[in-house]
């Protein structure tokens, strides 16, 4: 559990997946990365999907969902996914709690590896939230883009992990930096999206972000000129990062990194060579 003043946050792994290193590393020979992020024979990489659980002041948030249960057989064969105890479902379960019990979720975006556990099947096959009783947002923007997304950008795109929600108004569409609970930021971080969002913690003079997709593994929040190839915007997401470097330097605070399955909690410390590194926290799953 990380404690930030009076925010509690619990890390929790929806699944893991293998996908092509290219797409994680984009430009970056695989000589310079192996080292840091081990590829399997076919030349994949391991793709964490870490949700948060935070409570505050009584309420009860949930930072993205994961891939979810609508994969198809054949999606996970292609992703080789694995469930981590449960998913989402499994680790709210090991906490006492239940999806009714949840008042409200967070998509930084609406990619399906971050929405994805948004709705579910339910035994009729028809489409329903997973969280009953919880409002979702998710930036007004990035609702456009999904809904008319291109040639490019329209396979991680999947509608019945939103327009359901948007359509009933239990998601509500964000404009811009957004205070969602007490010290609970939902910040623009462009790149990766237009509209991507990270959600900054701030709490007692104490710092935490949820990078989400600004930077998928510690090694790209790093590396300002490392990023995935699935960046729609990739030289934003480059200055996006170089702020939110400055802002952790100056904060001390614990970053999360969504996709990092070596180090995905860390705090960003200048190193004598003048760059920066992420030094991982220890923090184990729920
Ligand atoms: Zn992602």
């Known amino acids: 559990m990380i404690q930030i003043g009076d925010i509690c946050i619990h890390l929790i792994n929806d699944c893991t997946v293998m996908v092509e290193a290219g797409g994680a590393f984009g430009l970056v020979p695989r000589a310079l990365w192996r080292s840091l992020m081990p590829p399997d024979e076919e030349n994949r990489v391991p793709m964490t999907a870490h949700c948060l659980l935070v409570t505050v002041g009584g309420r009860k948030i949930i930072v993205d969902t994961g891939h979810g249960s609508k994969l198809t057989g054949r999606q996970q064969a ?4 694995k469930s981590y105890e449960g998913g989402l479902l499994g680790g709210l ?5 239940s999806a009714d019990d949840i008042d409200l979720v967070v998509d930084t975006h609406l990619h399906a590896d971050h929405a994805g556990g948004n709705t579910a ?17 998710v930036q007004r923007r990035e609702y456009e883009d999904a809904m008319r997304p291109n040639e490019r950008t329209q396979a991680a795109y999947v509608p019945m992990n939103y327009q359901p929600l948007v359509e009933s108004g239990q998601m509500r569409l964000l404009d811009g930096d957004t205070e969602l609970a007490p010290g609970v930021w939902g910040v623009i971080t462009p790149g990766h999206t237009p509209a ?7 709490s007692q003079g104490q710092h935490a972000a949820f990078l989400c997709d600004m930077a998928s593994y510690a090694i790209h929040f790093e590396r300002l000129g490392w990023m995935t190839a699935y960046d729609v915007e990739p030289l934003v997401t480059l200055e996006t990062k170089r ?3 400055k802002w952790a330097l100056e904060t001390s605070a614990v970053l999360i990194f969504t996709h990092d399955p070596v180090r995905p909690v860390g705090r960003f410390v200048a190193g ?12 184990p799953y729920v």
């Open 243 to 245: 702020r939110w470097q």
């Open 196 to 202: 991507h969002m990270s959600v900054r913690f701030e």
């Open 272 to 283: 004598d060579d003048g760059k920066g590194r992420v030094e991982p926290i220890p923090e």
């Open 78 to 81: 292609i992703l080789q996914w």
């Open 93 to 97: 379960a090991r906490l006492g709690l």
């Open 121 to 137: 099947y339910d035994a009729q096959g028809q489409i329903v939230p997973v969280f009953p009783n919880a409002e979702y947002v």
